[in-house]
Structures are given as C-alpha cells and as structure tokens.
C-alpha cells in the first residue's frame, strides 16, 4: 500500500508518522533524539512503520470470527509486550557488549573483576525488570531504553555499593559511557525477525487461540509499504538527510498538524523538550504570528525531566503525582538545570513532595502564558501540542491559568498531540503529491 | 591538640576533610568525597563523614570543632557553619600558600574571590540565577559526548581547531553539541570550544573582582586541566597578570576551609587551648 | 536555599496578631481593605501612587486615601504583564499592569506617577491608555530646588493633584485641612522614627520582615490607624523575649522602588545579617522629620522635599554629598557594612552603585552587591553572598 | 547602482563642518576656549554661542563611536570598573571613551569640560550620566530641569519654571564662566537663522510623502538632522547646509529617484514604513542594508524628532528669546508622553501612506523602550496596518544579532505583503 511519513526531529524526542493516502495516521514512532540525527530519524521511521504493521494486524484480526474479542486484545497486547521485550533485550544485550568491551581498558586492570562481577549482578537486575515490564498490563514508566535501563542500573548499583560493593561512581560512569554508542546502532533483526521472535515468548495457551496467528502475522510482517514522500521538520531539520525541498519549518508544520487535528485551531501551544512555541494560525491552518522562547530553556519540558530524575521517577508519573495535590507552591524560577536544586531545597523547608510538583507544572504554564501573550494572546480554540500536553497536570494548570485570564475556552489536546509536527509534515508531503507540487516548488 | 571536621555540602557531591591542629600549624589527615546522584544528601553526608573519619583513624567524640560549609547547615550534628566562599578562600590558602585567589566551579555555581594572606576575603562575585558553565553543564555535555568526566581536561587539552559554542544555556547548549557531534567536529575540539566559552565568562568574574597574581582553581571542575588552560589563556588575552592552577586537593578546598576555621572559632571560644596544647 | 528557612513559628498573642493583620495587608492584592475602607462612605475615593514619594498629605487632606502601588511581589502570577515590557525592563512594571488589566486595581480612583525613572515615567502613559477614564497623572517632582523656582513649580504640582481629588471627594483643600494632615503624618513619622530608632538599638526585636510589612502597612491603612498600629507593635516587640545572635549589622542601599520579596529579606537574615537601615519603601519616610505645621502649608511641604528628604538615586544630588551621607549614615546607625542590592534592569540605582561603592572604599566600609527582582525565587547565590560577607565580618570583626 | 561613487555636496558640507567643529575642540585649551558637555533632547545651543562656548555632546560622541566599532571594548571597560551589564550602552560607552583617553572620531583629544550643563530633557539616565562624569572632572555642574509633557501639554507653570531656571540659573552660571555679558540681540539673530534652518530641515523630511520617496527619513534621516540637532544651530553653516540639501532633493524629485543608500540610489520602493526607536549604530551599514535590499524605504520615524518635533509646527522663535527655548527644550519627541507618541505615529502612517510601521526596541533605553509593546498594539489597532516589532541595542555590539533581526525583518515584510494582497 502507499503511503506517506513525516519525521519530526525535535531536541528531545524524534517522532515519525506513517499517513495512508487519505490522510490518516496508520502508524507512529517515537524515540529519543541523540547524537546521530541520522539514526533518531531512521529508529523513528522504523517504529512507524512497526506501530502502522500492528495496526493492520489489529485490522486483520478483527474481522476473523473464529477468536473471542477478549481474547483477540489479549493477543494483541501481549504480542506487543513480548515484541517491545524483544527490541529491549536487543538493546541491553548491546549495552553488555560495550560495556565489556569497555571493561577490556587498561585503566580497569586493577578493578575489572570487581566491576564485571557487579556488572553480572546489574545486569540480571535489568533482565528481571524488564521481565516485569514488558507484560500487557504494566505500565510502563518510560517508552526509552536509555531511561528504563538507566533507572534500573542506578538502583542496582547503588545496592551494590551499600553492600560494600565496588564505587557507585565507577558503575554509572560505566553506563553513562556506553549507553551513548547503544543508542546510536539500530536494531539488527528486521521487523518480521521480531515478530516471530516475539510470537514464540507468547504463552502456549494464548497461542492456541488462533490457529492460523503465525500465518497472519508472517503475511502482516511482509506486506509493501511503498513509501512515496517523507517530510521532515521540527529543531534538527537544518541536519536531517534529506533534500532541502523535504524539508518545512517547524512552525509551519505545528500549525498544520494542530489545524488538521482540530480545524476550528486559532491558538496553538507546544511545550516541547527545549522549547516552546506560541502560534497564531488562521482558519486555513496557516501561521499568522508565532513566538519562541530563545536563549534559555526554562520552563520546557526538559525542566520535568530534570526533576523526574531528580525523583528517580518515570516522567509519565510526574503528573499524576501533582494532580494528586490540593495546594500547590509558588514557585518562580524555571531554570532547567536548578530545577534539581530547587526541588531539594523546597522539600528541606518541608514542603509537600506533590505540591511542590503541582507548582513546577504552574511555574512552566505561566512561562508559556507571557509566550502566548506576546505572540496576540489565545483565542478560541486553543490547542495544546508537544510531549508535556501527556502531562495531566501541566494541562490542568493550563486550563486553569488560561480560563482565569482569557476566559472560557474550548482547549483541544489530541491523544496523538507529540505527533502534531510530524502530522503537519506528513500532510505536507502527501500535498506535494497529490497536489502535485513537484519538489522544489515549495520551499521551507 | 586539636581536631576539626570540614563538611561541604555541594549541589553535586559531598567533601568532608578531617584535620589536626591550627594556629598555622595544620595538619590535613582525611579527606573524602562522595557524590550525591540522586541519593539522600544526608546519608551520603553520614556514608563519607564515616568514611573520612576512618581513614583519619579518629573517633567522632574526639573531634573539637565541625564546621560545615556549602549547603551543610542542614547538619544537624555541626557546631558552626561557614559560606562557601569563606571556606573556599581559606582552604585555597592552606593548599597553595601563594594563591591570592580562587575560582571555585562547583556543579551549579561560578564564584571567584581574593583573599588575603590570612584568608581573609576581600572581593568575591558569583554567578547567578543560570546555570550557564557549571559542573552539571559539563556533566551533562560529557554525557551526551559519551565520555568519563575524567575524561574530559585530557581530551580537550588534545584540540587542534576549538569549536566556537555560542549558546549561554546549559540546556541549550546539549542541543548544539549534537549538532556539532552530528557535523562530525572532534570530540576534542567540541571540549575545548565549550571550555572556552566558559573560560570568558570566568574571567569575566576574575576581572571583576580585580585578582592578581595566583589563583587556584577549588571545586569540582579544578580537575579539569583542559578549563584551566582556557581560563588561563582568557585571562592572558586580558592582559591580567595572573596565573591559574589546579590541585590534587582543589575540590576539597571548601571542606578543608571550614575545618581550619572551625579550628580558628574553636580558640576563639577555648583561649589558651592553643598555647596548652603545644605544637 | 531560600525557602529552606522553616517557617517562622507563628507567633501569639496581640503581637501575633499585628504580624498577621501587615501581613494580610501586605498580601492582599486585590486591595480588599481599601475597598472595605470606601465601603464606609460613598464620597470616600482612593488615590493609588507609584514608588518613590508623594505628599501623602495632600491626598489626605482633600479627603482621599493614599494606597502605595508597590508591584505585585512574588505573589502575582505574570500572565498578560509580559506582553507589555521587554525581557530587558525591570520587573515592578509589568506586575503592576498585570494587576491593572485584571482588574485588581480597581479599586483605585485615581494613579499618581511620581518621577523616578523613565519606566514609572512611561507607565503613566501607558496608564493613559489602558484606563482613560481614571484620574491618571504624572507627578513631577523638581530637580531644581530653590524657592522661587522649583518650589513654585512644585507649589503648582501639589495644587493639581489637590485639586484632582478634591474634584472627586467634594471636600476642597484648605491651608487648615493641609496643615491637619500635616500633622497626621508628623505622629507618623514619629511612630516611624521610633520603630526605626529601636531597631537600630536592638535589631533581634525586630526581625528584617515584620519591620517591612509594618512600613508597607502605611501604604494601605488610614495615616492614623497605621500610627496606632506601629506605636502599638513597637511597645509589644520590647516586652517580647527575642534574644540576640550572633549577627553582623548591615544597611541596605539601593531598594527604593522594586521592592525584594520577603523571603529575600529572611535569607539576608539567615545569613546572618541584621538589617539595621535600608531603603525599602522609602517613600513611607522619605522625609524623616516632622513638617513645620504653621504657616504656608504647601510651602512647608514643598520645603521639606527640596531640603530634607532622604537622597534617593531619582533625585539630583545638588550638592555632590551623597557619598558623604552614606558614610555618615554607616557611622550613625553603627552598621558593620553596607550591602548594595539594586532591582535587575533598574538604571538609577545600578548607575548610582559605581558612585556608592568608590564612597565606601574610600571610608574603608565594607560592601558587597547583587540584584534581585521582586520575584526573585532562587536565593542560593545571594545567601552565599551576604553569608560570606557576614563571616568575613564575624570572623575578623571591624569595630 | 550608479549615483554610489559621488558623495553629495551637502554631506561633504557636513563633514567639513565636523571636522572643523572637532578642530577647534582640539584646539580649545590652547585657544582658552571653554568648553561645556551637554545632551541633545532639548540643548540650548544658540545660548551657549551666546558666550563662545564649544558644545560636546557625549550621546554623539558614544554613536560615533559604535560607528567605529570602539564601543564594544569602551562597554567592557565601564563594566570593570562596576557598571551593571544592565544599565545604559551611552552611558557606559562614554565612561569607557574616557578612561581610554577621550580621542574623539577625528582623532582629536576631546577636551575635558569646564562646565556640565545638565539639560534635562525625556530621560532620568541624562542625570546619573553626569553625576558619573562629576565624578572624573572637576568640574561645576549645572542642572535645567525641563519638566515633562506628563499630561501631554506645556502648561504655563512650566514654561516659568524652565525659563526661570535659565534666566535665574543657567545665564549667572554660564556669563561667570565666560567672562561674557548675556547678550539678548544676539541670541535673537541666532534664534533667527535657526528658524530658517528649522524651515529647510521640515521641508526635507516631509519630501517623504512623494512617491517614491526621495529620502530615508530614518537611516538617511539620521545625517539630515545632524547640523540641527547639535552644536550648528543657529548658525549661518546650518542655514546653508539646509539649502544645499533642499536643493539636491528637489532635482531627486523631479527626476522621480529615491533616497540614497551605501551602495547607490534605491531603484524599486516597495513597502513604505514607519519607524519608531533609535537606530542600532554599531552595524548601521548592515542594518540599513537590510532594509534596502527588500526594497523598504522608512518615511517617517521619531528617532528623528528627539532635538525637536519641527514638522509639527515648533519654531524658534527670536521674539520671546528665553521662553521660546523653554518651549524648544520641552517640546523634543522624548519628552512626549505615551498617548501623544501613539498620535505621532500613528500621523506619520497616515501622512505618510506607510504600509506599516516598526519599532527597534534597544536594549539600552528605557526613556524610548518601556512602553513601546503597548504602542504597536493601539497603532495595529488604530491604522490596521502591519506592525513589527525588532530588538538591538545602540551600542553594545553583543544585542545586535544580524540573523535574528534580518529573519524578523524578513517575515514582517512578507506580513505587509500578505496584508496588501487581502487589501
Ligand atoms: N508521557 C509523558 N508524560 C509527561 N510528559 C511527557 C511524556 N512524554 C513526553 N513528555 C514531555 O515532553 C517533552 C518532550 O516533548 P517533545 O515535544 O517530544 O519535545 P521536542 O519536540 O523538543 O523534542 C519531554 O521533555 C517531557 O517533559
Ligand atoms: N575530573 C573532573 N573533571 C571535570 N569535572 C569534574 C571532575 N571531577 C568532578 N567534576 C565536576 O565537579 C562538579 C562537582 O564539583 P563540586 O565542587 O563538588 O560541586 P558542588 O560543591 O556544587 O557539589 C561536578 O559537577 C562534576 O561535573
Ligand atoms: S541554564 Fe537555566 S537559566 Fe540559564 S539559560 Fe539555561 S535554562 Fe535558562
Ligand atoms: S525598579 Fe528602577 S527602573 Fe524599575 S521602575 Fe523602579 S526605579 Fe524604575
Ligand atoms: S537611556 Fe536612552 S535617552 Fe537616556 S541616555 Fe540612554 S540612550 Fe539616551
């Protein structure tokens, strides 16, 4: 089948969207952007194209009559499970490689048995999270490697050390060093490599569901997908490997992406890992004034990250955790990197854990409200795009802040809200087609 | 004889120094750091104080004075508290008698200060509400680069062609790493250029407060011979007379700071201890 | 690590209860009690005021209230304010618009400009604009201070500003009512002298805070309810049981306008410094004497601003002393040295600062400096700062 | 492209002036000339000829400076020695000129003043400037305080007040420190010439209302006032200047050409703009650049009205001598109130028939800066044309960022065009 992709490499997260020829989003990708755009775009892509595959499974299996519906998701959530298990265990089998190799050093000669011994332990204790992760009714604190591997290792090491281990230092250093090189290799197995392997963690009795699964799933695993334009935007475009003409700004793809999820979009907020943008679109989802924050990150959603570390907790448990509170405090300065020191202060003063949390969500709202209000304010109806609109709390403070001074308001959050860009890209490369805009005509 | 603890809370890692004596008679038996990572900074506090007082061979009841310094006046166990950069200022004098200033790069601040040949701090400036060219800058840019902090003065010291890092935001500033990362600049290169964009705004605060001569770089980042030389070459280009040095002890210049006045404050309070004691 | 200063334990008794009601005042910024205060008397019209100094007086004396604007602290949330000034511009003006454009300064029937600064200057335009049915004027204050000419001129300024009020209240001024409000604020300023007088004394009765909040309680309360207020906390503190410690003793310079967020002043004395004078709302005792109530009232006034007020970064300094009275003012007040904080952005006082500072290295005072605005969150560096300056001190003593 | 090569005679005119006037600064100690520092907004020039006495005017100084790319090193100098990053580029570009030996843009040593005439008009920062300089000469100070159009009039009090101080003040001041008798006819014939020049100047920047226009009522406007607002006012240089200049751009009309750029006359005028701020000195070539090569002619702007707002009637008037340079001193663009700036501008898009207007917010001032958000929000909303809204700095090369403001600039015309397009 044909279809299109839009990439948005943006400085936290790299997302990529697969459109059917309609328009529709049939599949969507998401990693963590590094080092090697190259590779964020390329991880992206393919996850799209994974998510867009299970899409059509999920397509596929519900027309079958043989299979209960109950036990139909089940299937379908534990292959899922199993096949991100699978693309886990890939990565950390690569980390241990590195690591050893890493371990191989000169500088290690008088601690390397000490290290590799704790190494072994690390790394067990990764496998049995990851065992109790990667099962369908778990939710997982991080959708990265990088994150529920590292939170798992520190953990680990850290009882290492208590139990007279070897320096906790010495231990995440090692992580820290070889995470980067994981990061930037991609998946050798290809995707119907995967599937199958993931099929055969499936528990016997789920396989005896469906007779005919594996058929199904090795026909979904091949299908073409004829990919007929990509687009890509979003902070790393200048690198991305593209032609010029590929290629659209930021600004303008968010404020097509925001109007074609919601039409009736006059004000568009996205809070993204390092920046936040305030756009003004009209009817046409054309942009008509926009401010960026420069220089500085406060307040961007990288801010959360820091104090969820902070934490040693996952970012999606961030704003459950503030919504939990009734009161919140004020707090003023949203300077990303203090933003550990200051959560430690607070909490010295013996301020609530969550209501300290509730007020950094405040803290970011009001940073994107003088945005807002320099770029012409909000008006009917506002939409709110970029990875912190997943943040409950952040659009709880949101909606509160913006009713108080703009009055009621219709505000649009898309459960596919990080994919605005790469949506807004997306359609400009089927409208390249389509419309048969030939390459070149219609520069960034 | 006495004996005096110096505990400095930093933002990134804890230092404790164990000392005997005073008067200028000093004696440094232990030091220790430990970093916090996301650990409860009073347990870490109690794990390296332990630990330092090990390897000083000394009991906690034996000790006359703990001082704390940096965020320490949390500990409820201290007897006094000193700032940061009085203890800086008194610990770079102890570890090189010569300096008349120092440059403490902790993990989140930038403060210089000169002091006098007692210790004595005259003049001092610090950066403020950005972290811009801090420790935790660094850290985070040496994670993105993938390599040791250790790692980072010798490689920089390797630059042939310095990268010019315009971005003041340490946030910010990852994000052009990538970007240089992804133009293919050196490691190295990408070093140095951030260490000297660093080093201009260090010696923005050492001309502001008008230091001349030796000046020791304290804290955390002291370790880093590649931000000395950039620091050192700033300075030069201001035509500055100065001179800029690490230390094996540098990053236990505050520790060892609060100790020894913990010291001066112990004879203050106990006159006479001084002379009974006999050096 | 600012906030980390546990609360203060509350305090109970009458005098907890005077702490608590400056500080409901203080925090109230929809100016709930000067609504209260109108609701009395329909005539009764409030007359908002921006740092530094107006003739309370006048605005009294035809009936009105004086309400001091002092920007909205670290309590008001910036949501609108940021649309009106540029990164670069300090940071008073945009809470004050923001309180204006939502409406909580509606209570005020009228807005009075003093010059100060270009910024104050402006917002009084901007005033013009946003509210063209209010009483909105720029209140020029004479640079030039003899008799005949910005006396007269001055004479003039305070004529329409009595007359713009009384226009509303319906109660004209007359030399007898102005020389009455004169001495209404004469017992004030003696209220203010003798709290400040004590403090200097004793500076552990009178912790930095509760001494702000009594003087910004000035600037909300009737003149007379605030004297009470002050005379009554001053007798209470000196019946307290708060012990000295081991502090140094420092004047503030340089916080005229913006004013720092309370828990700045907490963080300076947790650092160990006592604040034994400071510039903070220094409007509510610019002129720090009692004004000769006999004779030409409008005379009087205008005499005491042109020869006795306190020297402010605003005002010209004639005879090239203000370097001498600070000195002189360190030696009077015995502090052990002097800390500069100018508000970020503020040009009167960061460009009065170099003059300041070569004063005080000449008299061999010691000093340091920092910026804050009155939102300032993070007080780590400035609690390292005036931490080291207070060790300094302690450590090789002055005196 | 072609006009580049030539200068026009009424700019050789002008520098022959400059130098001259700096020729006889460096010669005044030896000359026993005194010499008297004093600012632009409302300068009282013909009074200080009145008694010989050499004017320097330390904001033109600082601009000159930036031209010369010497600002950044003299910001840098002021900051060590203690001035906040914060605070006022002149100021501190002024400081640095003096600590490294005050040589002026000829070349020549500026002379130290003998007397600080502290004219007081439309901004607070004139005062610390000179409390500042009290500090390094020893010398009295003089202070004219020139209230403001708070209520957007000169009310009878205050033109008593400023012409009391000079006649009170200023005259006992400045006849003891000549040596010299006030002389009323004098100032009169003076006073005279200047209203002459004051004619020719209104006539030129109003030429902008030909299409295309003839001028840059900015970048151009910025050399046109300089006789005017400086130390030539009131003399016969001034008045021949400005007939020199009328003339040649009465040939450009008639010949239908516009204004004159670095790189030769502007060929196509596309969008007419008005423009509000002081212009960024440090990279003036580039900045102007940058709007020419799109083809943007600005009309009208207020930097050019802060020695006097003549287009809108003022005139030195020789019949009322002192109260008349009352009126001149208090009536300057910087001493309008924000509700009469917003009147201003918005006249001058209408007069003008601008496309749009814009505003170069500096980092520096806040007497121009604080406000000026509001002021694009009521001109969108009264004259529904684009606004746009740019920030450099005067001096201080670290705020300009070519790219930034070049893709601002870049975006704002193509709103114009959009706009045009709608109708
Ligand atoms: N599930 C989630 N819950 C809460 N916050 C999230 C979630 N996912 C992403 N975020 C926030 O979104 C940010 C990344 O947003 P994104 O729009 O991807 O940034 P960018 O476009 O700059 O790469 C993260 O820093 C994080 O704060
Ligand atoms: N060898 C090294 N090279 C460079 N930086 C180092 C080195 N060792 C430690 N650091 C840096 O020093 C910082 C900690 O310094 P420290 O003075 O202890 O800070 P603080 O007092 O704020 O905790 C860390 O941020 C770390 O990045
Ligand atoms: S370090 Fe913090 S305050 Fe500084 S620019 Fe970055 S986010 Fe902003
Ligand atoms: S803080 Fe300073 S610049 Fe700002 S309004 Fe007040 S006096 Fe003016
Ligand atoms: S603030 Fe503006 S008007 Fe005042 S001196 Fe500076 S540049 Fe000139």
């Known amino acids: ?52 595959r299970f899409a059509l499974l999920s397509r596929e299996l519900n027309a079958r009559e043989n299979i209960t519906k109950e036990d139909r998701e089940m299937l379908e959530a534990a292959l899922l499970a199993a096949y991100r298990h699978e693309l886990f265990l890939g990565s950390l089998n690569r980390l241990e490689n590195h690591c050893r190799e890493d371990l191989e050093n000169l500088r290690f000669a008088n601690t390397r048995r000490e290290l590799s011994q704790a190494l072994e332990v690390i790394l067990q204790g ?10 369908p009714e778990s939710v997982a604190r991080s959708d990265f490697f990088r994150d529920i591997a590292g939170s798992a290792f520190i953990e680990a090491a850290s009882d290492i050390t208590r139990n007279g281990g070897p320096a906790f230092d010495s231990m995440v250093g090692m992580f820290d060093r070889n995470i980067i090189p994981v990061e930037n290799e991609t998946e050798t197995r290809g995707f119907e490599d995967l599937l199958m392997a993931a099929y055969h963690r499936l528990p016997k009795g789920l396989l005896e569901k469906d007779a005919e699964l594996a058929e199904l799933l090795k026909r979904i695993a091949t299908l073409e997908l004829n990919e007929l334009r990509t687009v890509g935007t979003g902070y790393g475009r200048v690198r991305l490997p593209f032609p010029r003409d590929c290629i659209r700004s930021e600004i303008l793809c968010h404020g097509l992406g925001a109007h074609l999820m919601f039409p009736a979009t006059a004000t568009v907020l996205d809070i993204g890992g390092q920046d936040t943008k305030a756009i003004q679109v009209d009817p046409q989802g054309v942009v008509t004034s926009f401010q960026m924050n420069d220089r500085c990150a406060a307040g961007c959603g990288r801010y959360l990250g820091y104090i969820a570390d902070e934490m040693n907790i996952g970012l999606h448990e961030l704003g459950p955790l503030a919504m939990a509170s009734k009161r919140r405090v004020k707090i003023n300065s949203t300077c990303t990197v203090f933003a550990g020191a200051e ?69 649009n959050i898309a459960p596919d809200s990080i994919y605005t860009g790469a949506v807004g890209a997306g359609t400009f490369a089927m409208r390249d087609i389509v419309q048969g805009i030939k390459p070149g005509q219609e520069a960034a | 004889m006495t004996l005096t603890a110096g505990v400095d809370v930093g933002s990134g890692a804890v230092k404790v120094a164990i000392m005997r004596g005073g008067g200028g008679n000093e004696e440094l038996l232990a030091t220790c750091l430990e970093r916090i990572r996301r650990r409860n900074v009073l347990d870490v506090v109690d794990e390296s104080f332990e630990a330092a007082l090990r390897e000083a061979g000394v009991r906690r009841d034996e000790l006359d004075y703990i001082a704390t310094s940096g965020e320490g006046d949390l500990i409820p166990w201290r007897t006094g508290h000193f700032y940061g950069m009085t203890t800086h200022s008194r610990g770079a004098l102890f570890i090189a008698p010569e300096a008349r200033g120092a440059i403490d790069i902790g993990a989140l601040h930038t403060r210089a200060m000169r002091f006098t040949n007692e210790g004595r701090v005259e003049k001092y400036q610090m950066t403020s509400q950005c972290a811009s ?18 790692e980072i003065g010798p490689l920089s010291l390797q630059s042939d062609e310095p990268e010019k890092c ?55 980042l002291a370790r880093d011979a590649g931000l000395i030389a950039a620091v050192q070459e700033k300075l030069q280009d201001g035509k500055s007379p100065v001179e800029v040095k690490g230390h094996e002890l540098s990053v236990h210049a505050g520790a060892i700071g609060a100790a020894l006045w913990g010291a001066f404050r112990h004879y203050k309070l106990h006159p006479g201890e001084l002379s009974g004691g006999g050096t | 690590m600012t906030i980390a200063a546990p609360a203060e334990p509350a305090l109970g008794g009458r005098l907890g209860a005077i702490i608590r009601r400056a500080t409901e005042l203080y925090e109230d910024l929809d100016f709930k009690s000067v609504l209260d205060w109108k609701a009395k008397d329909k005539t009764r019209r409030a007359i908002g005021f921006l740092p530094v100094y107006v003739p309370r007086e006048v605005i009294h004396a035809a009936g009105g209230l004086p309400v001091g604007i002092m920007g909205g602290g670290d309590m008001t949330e910036i949501v609108r304010g940021d649309s009106y000034f540029q990164s670069y511009i300090c940071h008073l003006p945009r809470s004050v618009i923001e309180l204006a454009v939502s409406g909580r300064l509606d209570a005020m029937d009228g807005f009075l400009f003093p010059s100060i600064c270009d910024v104050i200057r402006n917002l009084s335009g901007m005033f013009k604009l946003l509210k063209p049915d209010k009483y909105v004027h720029y209140f020029d204050l004479p640079q030039n201070f003899r008799a005949g000419l910005g006396g007269k001129f001055y004479a003039h300024e305070m004529r329409s500003v009595a007359q713009a009020v009384a226009k509303m ?15 209404v604020y004469n017992a004030n300023r003696r209220a203010i002298a003798a709290l400040l007088e004590l403090r200097i004394e004793k500076p552990w009765l009178i912790p930095a805070t509760e001494y702000y909040l009594m003087l910004r309680a000035g600037y909300l309360l009737p003149a007379d309810e605030h004297t009470a207020l002050v005379n009554e906390y001053t007798l209470m503190v000196q019946q307290s049981n708060r012990r000295p410690l081991d502090n140094i003793r420092v004047m503030v310079r340089g916080a005229f306008c913006e004013q720092p967020p309370l828990a700045l002043l907490r963080t300076l004395e947790r650092a160990g410094c006592y604040l034994v004078d400071d510039d903070f709302v220094v409007g509510s005792r610019f002129i720090p004497d009692p004004i000769k109530a006999e004779g030409d009232p409008w005379e009087a006034l205008a005499e005491a601003f042109m020869q006795r007020s306190l020297p402010t970064a605003s005002v010209y300094d004639e005879k090239h002393q203000k370097g001498d009275l600070l000195v002189r003012r360190v030696k009077d007040v015995r502090a052990d040295g002097v800390l500069l904080m100018a508000p970020s952005f503020c040009d009167p006082a960061l460009l009065d600062q170099p003059m300041l500072q070569s004063a005080l290295e000449e008299a061999g005072i010691p000093f340091t400096s920092f910026k804050y605005s009155e939102d300032t969150g993070q007080f780590q560096v400035i609690r390292e700062q005036a931490g080291t300056f207070a060790d300094a001190i302690k450590l090789w003593g002055t005196a | 492209m072609t006009t580049a090569a030539k200068k026009d005679a009424s700019q050789e005119r002008q520098k022959t002036m400059i130098a001259e006037h700096f020729e006889k600064l460096g010669h005044a100690k030896e000359n026993k000339q005194k010499v008297v520092y004093t600012f632009v907004p409302g300068n009282l020039t013909e009074l200080l000829a009145n008694f010989d006495l050499l004017p320097v005017l330390p904001e033109i100084n600082a601009l000159q400076s930036g031209m010369r790319g010497k600002t950044g090193d003299y910001i840098h100098l002021a900051e060590k020695s203690g001035h906040s990053e914060d605070v006022c580029t002149y100021v501190k570009a002024d400081i640095g000129m003096l600590k490294s030996g005050n040589i002026g843009p000829t070349g020549e040593k500026i002379p130290e003043p003998d007397l600080l005439l502290l004219s007081y008009t439309g901004c607070f920062t004139f005062l610390k400037w000179f409390e500042l300089l009290r500090e390094e000469y020893d010398c009295p100070v003089v202070m004219l305080h020139v209230p403001y159009q708070g209520d957007g009039n000169i009310t009878p009090e205050m033109r008593q007040y400023v012409a009391g101080q000079i006649r009170e003040v200023l005259i006992p001041e400045l006849e003891k420190l000549s040596g010299k008798k006030f002389d009323e006819d004098r100032l009169r014939e003076d006073l005279k010439r200047s209203a002459k020049a004051e004619d020719d100047l209104v006539w030129v920047l109003e030429s902008a209302k030909h299409k295309p226009s003839p001028i840059d009522a900015y970048f151009g406007g910025v050399y046109y006032i300089g006789p005017i607002f400086t130390s030539f006012r009131g003399t016969q240089d001034a008045v021949e200047y400005y007939e020199l200049l009328r003339g040649e751009i009465e040939e450009r009309i008639k010949l239908g050409l516009g204004p004159v750029t670095p790189d030769g006359v502007m060929n196509e005028e596309k969008y007419r703009i008005v423009v509000e701020g002081p212009p960024n000195w440090t990279s003036f070539r580039e900045f102007w650049k940058m709007f020419y090569d799109e083809g943007a002619v600005v009309v009208a702007s207020s930097y050019t009205k802060v020695g006097g707002l003549y287009d809108r009637g003022f005139r030195h008037n020789p019949d009322e001598p002192i109260e008349t340079l009352a009126d001149y001193s208090m009536g300057c663009y910087t001493n309008l109130n924000l509700p009469d700036r917003v009147n201003l501008l918005e006249n001058y898009v209408r007069d003008y028939d601008a496309d749009g207007f814009l505003i170069n917010s500096v980092k520096s001032c806040n007497s121009f800066s604080a406000g000026q958000l509001l002021i694009l929000r009521e001109l969108e909303k009264r004259t529904g044309r684009a606004g746009g809204f740019i920030e450099s700095d005067l001096v201080d090369p670290r705020y300009f960022s070519a790219a930034n403001i070049k893709n601002r600039l870049e975006s704002y015309f193509q709103m114009i065009e959009a706009k045009k397009a709608k109708g």
């Not at chain 1, 459109?19 to 963590?32: S, V």
Request: aromatic share 4%; hydrophobic share 40%; glycine share 10%.
């Open chain 1, 1 to 52: 089948m044909d279809c299109f992709v839009g990439i948005d490499l943006g400085s936290t997260t790299t997302k990529a969207v697969v459109l059917d020829t309609a328009g529709q989003i049939i599949g969507r990708g998401i990693t963590n952007s590094r080092s090697n755009y190259d590779v964020a775009a390329q991880v992206a892509k393919q996850e799209a194209y994974t998510s867009a």
């Open chain 2, 166 to 220: 315009s971005s003041i935001c340490a946030v910010l500033a990852e994000t052009d790493v990538i970007n240089m990362v992804s133009r293919g600049i050196s490691t190295p290169n990408i070093l140095r250029g951030i260490h000297n964009s660093m080093a201009v705004r260090i010696a923005g605060l050492v001309r502001a407060i008008k230091s001349e001569g030796m000046i020791l770089m304290t804290g955390g």
């Open chain 1, 343 to 411: 959560f430690r202060d607070r909490l010295a003063a013996g301020q609530e854990r969550v209501d300290i949390v509730n007020g950094l969500h405040r803290a970011i709202i009001l940073r994107a409200m003088s945005l807002l209000a320099r770029s012409g304010g909000i008006t009917n109806e506002f939409t709110f795009t970029g990875g912190v609109a997943k943040n409950p709390a952040a659009v709880r403070a949101l909606r509160e802040v913006a009713e108080e001074n703009y009055g009621k308001l219709i505000l």
């Open chain 3, 169 to 183: 209240t319906g109660s004209e001024v007359t030399d007898d009512r102005l020389r009455e409000s004169i001495t």
């Open chain 1, 126 to 135: 990764i496998r049995e999270t990851a065992d109790s992760i990667f099962v």
């Open chain 2, 133 to 150: 060219g801090s420790g935790q800058f660094l850290e985070n840019i040496a994670r993105y680069l993938g390599v040791s902090i250790e």
